[in-house]
T-cell receptor
Framework: DQQVKQNSPSLSVQEGRISILNCDYT??????FLWYKKYPAEGPTFLIS?????DKNEDGRFTVFLNKSAKHLSLHIVPSQPGDSAVYFC??????????FGPGTSLSVIP | EPEVTQTPSHQVTQMGQEVILRCVPI?????FYWYRQILGQKVEFLVS????????KSEIFDDQFSVERPDGSNFTLKIRSTKLEDSAMYFC??????????FGQGTRLTVV
């Protein structure tokens, strides 16, 4: 039972363009949503998060949008840079106890 | 910058042996987690730990697994009798709040 879904296993974007990574969830009780970036042989690195009471959060080149009615969130990276190439995990949490990860989307930013 | 550290980086063990994976969380954090990632699969939650006790665990975290915070700084994951399917990257994480858990670099466990 996948509570957090990332339906695109991979995405390629030209440098300088926008990268949009999508995520869907099924549990309406989730109250925090997070995005992590992961390079090979490293642990996930926290990128940005959003509370369920908001619909947008921005941090530099990264913006997360939340559509609660659609149970959908997205991460926008503008402009995309080659160093952004990594696997991006969407994650969701109900309270403090555990964070459920999606399967990840591998982003390639082409110079 | 404070970080979560995990040792060893790679552990090879015989099937049926016990292993202990070690983690030093960030010092002022209160919530501790173990996750694993089997090669090619997604990051899976194992267990969360708060106030010296398990607060949540997944169905993966059966009686073969245990966690401890033996001395107030280390956070360990013990697998009592390893199976081949326990081979994975094991990530420790800690957080002040759920909004930004910090992960260690992981321990690659190989069961042979």
């Amino acid at each position: 039972d996948q509570q957090v879904k990332q339906n695109s296993p991979s995405l390629s974007v030209q440098e300088g363009r926008i990268s949009i990574l999508n995520c869907d969830y099924t549990n309406s009780m989730f109250d925090y949503f997070l995005w992590y970036k992961k390079y090979p042989a490293e642990g996930p690195t926290f990128l940005i998060s959003i509370s369920s009471i908001k619909d947008k959060n921005e941090d530099g080149r990264f913006t997360v949008f939340l559509n609660k009615s659609a149970k959908h969130l997205s991460l926008h990276i503008v402009p995309s840079q080659p160093g952004d190439s990594a696997v991006y995990f969407c994650a969701a949490s109900e309270g403090y106890d555990k964070v459920i990860f999606g399967p990840g989307t591998s982003l390639s930013v082409i110079p | 910058e404070p970080e979560v550290t995990q040792t060893p980086s790679h552990q090879v063990t015989q099937m049926g042996q016990e292993v202990i994976l070690r983690c030093v969380p960030i010092s002022n954090h209160l919530y501790f987690y173990w996750y694993r990632q089997i090669l090619g699969q997604k990051v899976e939650f194992l267990v969360s730990f708060y106030n010296n006790e398990i607060s949540e665990k997944s169905e993966i975290f059966d009686d073969q697994f245990s966690v401890e915070r033996p001395d107030g700084s280390n956070f360990t994951l013990k697998i009592r009798s390893t199976k081949l399917e326990d081979s994975a990257m094991y990530f420790c994480a800690s957080s002040e709040s759920v909004m930004s858990a910090f992960f260690g670099q992981g321990t690659r466990l190989t069961v042979v």
